[in-house]
């Protein structure tokens, strides 16, 4: 679907949510409605059409990029250029409700104040939650082939970190030299900051690359990926250096059993719920899911983190094209930890991994 495409989509739900137009604030969310990649943008959307608002640093950029939409290029921030232009539009249509949406989850308390002294009486603030988000949560073609291709690069990045960790080498110089070969196989920059967890510090689930050094026996948790042509990648493998002992090995074991479990149940019209309880039916057998303390996974796309959110209780039904992470993981503090993960997109016929490697235990 193109931009103008995706414009109508949205145009289309404004009714149903009582909204005469909607400001899009939010940059990932501008960069899906028209194309927009800089760092300074609006969007007003109303069912006559769509206006983006940028600064003169973006004029020819916003020339280049922006399909879709009228382009006012002012002398003043996006949200103050928006409000004005809502200001004088509403003046020649005094028939209006008036009643402005606004990306409640994005806008600061700050900006919606000084939207609203902005905008003074003309219009009534509606939160709206995840407007946008949802048309998101389910990918085109043309985003599936980009995230395949993410996908395929930052699965690359691995091979550098199976030739850097041994013992004695820092966490940061391992994950240093994956984000070199990353920009340098044309990576815009990295999801997020790469993690690299080592020994005791693998039972970290978010244990960013540290000075620390790997030791000489244990887990090395490795969760990395890129950007490429505006979209993400994620993936975590789980390494042992040195002589393993009966209990990890039946630890990763575990892990990879219940990541597999998980990947096949998806499926078009299956809960994230299921998907979740999948992952926790195994380490439940195992006696280890006191020790799994996140999802088992989340939607990826423009940005790393997107709904749905794959975890107890969430109600989100999987649709076809929706893309997700697959990410159990078992945390035992003061011992260590594993986590594997992919990236899968609901297919008609049930899922596809993407870029799919082998989940074997690599011991260096």
Not at 191 to 205: E, H, N, V, Y
Not at 215 to 231: H, N
Not at 320 to 349: C, F, K, L, S
Request: glycine content about 10%; charged content about 25%; aromatic content about 4%.
């Amino acid at each position: 679907m193109d931009h103008r495409g995706r414009l109508k989509k949205l145009q289309g739900v404004l009714g149903e949510n009582r909204l005469d137009a909607l400001l899009v604030t939010h940059l990932p969310n501008v960069h899906y409605l028209c194309g927009f990649t800089g760092s300074a943008g609006a969007l007003v959307i109303n069912e006559a059409g769509a206006w983006f608002f940028s600064d003169g640093r973006y004029r020819e950029q916003a020339q280049a990029e922006v399909e879709g939409c009228g382009v006012v290029i002012a002398k003043k921030p996006p949200l103050a250029a928006a409000a004005e232009w809502l200001i004088a539009r509403a003046a020649k249509k005094r028939s209006l409700t008036r009643m402005l949406g606004i990306e409640s989850e994005h806008l600061s308390v700050a900006g919606r104040t000084q939207l609203a002294r902005l905008l003074r009486a003309e219009f009534r603030l509606r939160e709206t939650l995840g407007l946008v988000e949802r048309l998101r949560m389910v990918k085109d073609a043309n985003e599936i082939k980009c995230l395949r291709a993410a996908g395929i690069l930052g699965a690359s990045l691995f091979e550098r970190a199976l030739e850097m960790i041994r013992p004695g080498v820092k966490e940061t110089e391992v994950a240093a030299e994956m984000e070199y070969t990353a920009r340098r196989a044309g990576a815009a920059e990295m999801s997020f900051p790469t993690i690299i967890a080592a020994g005791k510090r693998s039972a970290l689930p978010h244990g960013r690359a540290s000075q620390e050094a790997i030791p000489a026996r244990g887990f090395v948790v490795c969760d990395f990926g890129v950007i490429l042509a505006g979209y993400c990648s994620d993936r975590t493998r789980t390494v042992h250096v040195g002589r393993i002992s009966r209990e990890a090995r039946r630890m990763y074991e575990a892990v990879r059993e219940a990541q597999r479990a998980a990947v096949e149940v998806v499926r078009d019209g299956v809960s994230v719920a299921d998907v979740d309880d999948a992952a926790r039916k195994v380490l439940r057998k195992k006696d280890l899911a006191k020790h799994f303390t996140h999802s088992t996974g989340h939607g990826v796309g423009l940005e790393i983190h997107e709904a749905p959110r794959v975890a107890a209780g969430q109600t989100e039904v999987l649709r076809v094209g929706m893309v997700i992470t697959i990410e159990p993981g078992v945390y035992i503090a003061g011992n260590g930890g594993v986590r594997i993960e992919d990236v899968v997109v609901v297919t008609e016929r049930g899922y596809e991994v993407l870029a799919p490697a082998s989940t074997e235990l690599i011991t260096i």
